[in-house]
């Protein structure tokens, strides 16, 4: 925290008063826009930024994975910021890095676990099996369902924006999981962009699906999902969002979306950091149980689109899960 005396009039001094202010930089591994995760953690520091009056800097660091570390030993060399907080499970290494460099500095993760212990890197992570079996078990209601442009064919999808370790481990298998707890006959479409942003990808990939009889498709695709927006929109076929309430986009395509908070991560961290309570050295997981994993229940649209029957199951669903009695990559307890 840096200390700053406070000027009177023409160059005088307040002798023995000190303003202190607290600095943060939020770096994102990518660009905000188009992106619901980014778009949502942003707003979240800016509220508590204004909330608490800390000076907040948020850096867009762009799709270049091997320019996230030298933009965060470059803002780390500044030496401006008592908390720099950042993104993925693509950064808990560079951030460890950084951190031995400048072990005075203090740093964050959201949706990417550090488990080095380091004293001065805090990390959260997140259950991304239990927000992508919501999503399943969804895409297995719609898809056996009578609704409007639901088919008999018994297939959902799943389009990523690349393959990464929690998508393989979690949230694939988490999503399958949850479609065929509804129908073991579920078949399960998988599809991989290659790219966070390539909206003309995302369309080929949505289009093939659908011609293959998927009615539903459960996009993980950041910037590529504006293409398969597109297509199912041109297609008549149905969508569910990941991370942020997106619905308004499409709403009469996009049913729902389970949502991460990491709007509600960014804000503890900031408000534990500046009171000096943050628990650094550790790291926390949080799902359904701790409000961090969430569904659109509230949203007009979903309210709207999506028949009774459905909604009720899923509020059961939701509430085994807070309860802990689904495992969503295993079996039920």
Not at 176 to 190: C, D, M, P, Q
């Given at each position: ?77 500044t030496g401006k910021y008592d908390l720099i ?10 951030v460890e890095k950084s951190a031995r460099m400048f072990p005075r500095i203090k740093y ?226």
């Amino acid at each position: 925290m840096v200390g700053r005396a406070l000027p009177l009039f023409a160059g005088l001094m307040i002798v023995g008063i000190v303003v202190l202010s607290y600095s943060v930089a939020l770096l994102i591994p990518g660009q905000v826009g188009g992106n619901p995760i980014f778009e949502s953690t942003v707003k979240g520091a800016k509220e508590m930024a204004q909330k608490l009056g800390i000076d907040l800097k948020v850096v867009e660091a762009g799709y270049n994975m091997s320019r996230w570390g030298s933009i965060l030993m470059g803002l780390s060399a500044t030496g401006k910021y008592d908390l720099i907080i950042t993104l993925t499970e693509g950064m808990p290494e560079n951030v460890e890095k950084s951190a031995r460099m400048f072990p005075r500095i203090k740093y964050a993760i959201i949706d990417g676990v550090s488990r080095s212990k380091l004293p001065n890197v805090f990390s959260i992570g997140f259950r991304d099996e239990e927000m992508s079996f919501l999503a399943g078990y969804f895409a297995g209601l719609v898809t056996t369902s009578s609704m409007e442009n639901s088919n008999s064919d018994l297939k959902v999808g799943l389009i990523a924006g690349d393959i990464y370790p929690t998508m393989m481990r979690k949230i694939k298998p988490g999503f399958e999981n949850g479609a065929k707890a509804v129908n073991e006959e579920i078949k399960v479409l998988f599809s991989v962009v290659g790219s966070w942003h390539d909206p003309k990808k995302g369309e080929e990939l949505a289009e093939m699906m659908f011609k293959e009889g998927v009615d539903v498709v459960f996009m993980v695709a950041g910037g590529s999902n504006a293409g398969i927006i597109r297509k199912a929109e041109d297609m008549k076929k149905y969508l569910i969002g990941v991370d942020a309430n997106i619905i308004h986009l499409s709403p009469n395509t996009i049913l729902a979306c389970v949502l991460k908070r990491c709007d509600l991560a960014v804000k503890y961290i900031m408000e534990k950091a500046y009171e000096g309570k943050l628990k650094f050295g550790t790291f926390e997981i949080w799902g359904v149980k701790e409000g961090a994993i969430d569904f659109t229940f509230d949203d007009p649209n979903y309210l709207r689109n999506v028949p009774n029957d459905i909604r009720v199951k899923m509020k059961g669903i939701y509430e085994e899960l807070k309860k802990g009695l689904i495992s969503p990559l295993g079996s039920s307890k």
